[in-house]
């Protein structure tokens, strides 16, 4: 083993180890226990930037073990790759500061924050998985760590919500294991291409091409919440913020639109895919989706719901992306895997900063919230209208590519999906924006709690801060060197490359 295999497995298991260290420790090591997801998430963050570096700098990085003939655990770090493990790894840093802010004063502190690390670790090694086979396995791991988060309060709704999500991500890997084995046989173990590695099987397996496809899209989709598959994400809205944030920014429902990227450009290749004639069923697919997300949206009076059905919507536009035959809408696309991550969890921070602050749930609540919390409602402002894709935030940097690739490719419709949606976004976000700025206050908050001279605690605030700091940053400086649309274009260019 090389140094640039062991760096890949230090990503891996710098999360990991902490998990397993933190499941022993007793309750009451509060400190200890903080200290430790501290040193993780940072080990993290810090390994994953030198491989960063490495891979820009032209280094191979490759770390392989058959555990059975046949069958290859696979890690490589290559474009797409360090896009999810980066977003991943500085978003889990942030997360790990608020969940230990927001769960100060909860019970059950160590099986939380145990299982959050192994969830981490789980979404790491599907963002460096080489192969299918390494792909599945932590996809779902990623299943198992995740369903102790989404009970973790132990209440019959947040048990219900559990059972719901088994069901549905359950289902959902066992179509995408039928799709995982039935493409083994036609093709033996499928490594991701730069390209697609299928263009020599496509003439004597169309027929079973095209369904292997369908079954990939089903099973990924059901984590990627496209419509009809998507009815566990609002359940699972009774998990604590952290977990809301984690399922909608960093690891589950990411974790399904990363598998349907690595699918259309690394199993099949978009070429391929093309020929086959998938890529625009997918594209009309991610298309409702976004629209009946948005329309949804509107009806939610629960904060955390409305957000939920945002993501719905705004997931389906990385979909919408690379299903779209073209390298722009392609970067549109996979550039917002990262912009609508950085947006979506400063919401769901700004979420639980008012629950956990004033006891508001509602946006019926959320009167004069501005004048009371203004450091929370001005990121959470921010957030919001980098959603409807005001410029120059994050989100209009993705919706133009997506809007300027669509015409370029000749699929004009797009563009009335596009605008329908920024119109129902300003529609349930502006509302919020109007009550929290513009309504009179309340004579009294529904569960206010007293947070010495912050509106909130500091490590609830600060990482909100952050994010909604960094949505601005990479809309201003979309075209800047490393930023994530200047990685969009590279990998496009290598997929699109004649």
């Known amino acids: 083993m090389n140094l640039n295999s062991a760096l890949l497995l230090g990503i891996l298991f710098s999360s990991f180890v902490t998990g397993l260290i933190i499941f022993c420790l007793k309750e009451e090591n509060r400190r200890l226990r903080t200290w430790l997801n501290l040193l993780g998430a940072g080990l993290k963050l810090a390994l994953v930037l030198v491989l960063l570096l490495g891979v820009a700098d032209g280094q191979t990085y490759e770390f392989r073990w058959t555990m059975v003939p046949g069958l290859e655990l696979a890690l490589g770090a290559d474009a797409n790759a360090m896009l999810f493990v980066t977003l991943s790894a500085g978003l889990w840093f942030l997360t790990t500061l608020y969940a230990i802010g927001y769960l100060e004063d909860s019970p059950n502190r160590g099986r ?24 599945l396995i932590f996809y779902e791991l990623l299943t198992l760590s995740t369903y102790p988060l989404v009970v973790h309060r132990g209440t019959a709704a947040s048990m219900r919500a559990g059972a719901v999500y088994l069901a549905y991500t359950l289902c959902g890997g066992a179509v995408l294991l039928l799709a995982v084995a039935w493409l083994k046989s036609i093709a033996g173990l499928v490594n991701f291409t730069e390209r697609g590695a299928l263009a020599d099987v496509v003439v004597s397996h169309r027929g079973e091409l095209q369904i292997i496809f369908l079954l990939f899209i089903v099973g990924l989709g059901v984590k990627a919440a496209l419509v009809p598959l998507h009815g566990w994400l609002p359940k699972a809205m009774v998990a604590p913020a952290p977990v809301s944030a984690l399922l909608h920014a960093v690891a589950v429902v990411k974790a399904g639109a990363f598998g349907v990227v690595r699918v259309v450009y690394d199993v099949y290749g978009v070429e391929t895919a ?3 004639g998938v890529l625009h069923p997918l594209a009309m697919a991610a298309a409702f989706t976004i629209v009946y997300g948005s329309v949804r949206a509107l009806f939610q009076d629960e904060l955390k719901k409305r957000l939920a059905y945002s993501t ?91 809007q300027k690739g669509a015409a370029a490719a000749g699929e004009e419709w797009v563009a009335l999906v596009l605008g329908a949606s920024s119109l129902l976004n300003a529609a349930y976000f502006l509302p919020i924006l109007y009550r929290a700025y513009f309504r009179p206050p309340p004579e009294q908050w529904p569960a206010e709690q007293k947070s010495g001279k912050w509106e909130a605690h500091w490590m609830l605030l600060l990482p909100m801060v952050v994010t909604a700091a960094l949505v601005v940053l990479v809309g201003v400086f979309a075209e800047s060197p490393f930023s994530p649309l200047t990685w969009a274009k590279l990998i496009m260019r290598r997929e699109y490359a004649p």
């Open 274 to 276: 093309e020929e086959l």
């Open 312 to 402: 719905i919507s705004q997931v389906s536009y990385i979909i919408l992306g690379v299903a779209i035959f073209g390298p722009l809408a392609a970067v549109g696309g996979i550039v917002h895997l990262v912009h609508q991550g950085i947006m979506k969890i400063t919401l769901f921070f700004g979420a639980g900063i008012y629950a956990e602050s004033l006891g508001i749930h509602h946006v019926s609540e959320m009167n004069g919230v501005g004048r009371r919390m203004p450091w929370t409602t001005a990121a959470f402002s921010i957030g919001a209208l980098g959603m409807i894709g005001l410029p120059p935030l994050a989100g209009y940097v993705s919706k133009s590519y997506l």
């Open 112 to 135: 939380f924050f145990g299982f959050f690390s192994l969830c981490v670790s789980a979404t790491t090694g599907l963002a460096l998985s080489a192969n299918l086979m390494t792909f």
